[in-house]
């Protein structure tokens, strides 16, 4: 009954862990690279742009995880007033259950 919007909250979930574990390993890889090819001054000042582009980055995918609307009551799924739970097995609204489709 749900299955488009709980495809819709597993991509977000995806991108999230995508962004967080990827993320580090990635921006590594790309100082190293730079470093190879570049002067390291050079370096040292493109550097932060990409670690800040890069949390920038899992920034909005937190955000985007976090203000998902729940299927059933279309309120954020995760967040209530200043309460925010992102590994909340239910909707903080209607109770609906995590992959639910009643
Ligand atoms: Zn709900």
């Not at 190879?36 to 742009?49: D, K, M, S, T």
Request: charged residues 20%; glycine residues 10%.
């Amino acid at each position: 009954m749900y299955a488009e919007q709980w495809n819709e909250y597993r991509k977000r979930l995806l991108m999230f862990w995508s962004m967080w574990l990827g993320g580090i390993p990635l921006v590594a890889g790309v100082g190293i690279l730079l470093s190879q090819v570049l002067p390291g001054n050079l370096v040292e000042r493109i550097f932060p742009a990409i670690a800040g582009a890069w949390m920038l980055a899992f920034a909005a995918a937190g955000i985007r995880l976090t203000y998902w609307r729940c299927p059933r009551c279309r309120r954020f799924f995760f967040q209530r007033g200043m309460f925010v739970n992102q590994l909340g097995r239910r909707c903080l609204h209607c109770r609906l259950k995590k992959w639910g489709d009643e």
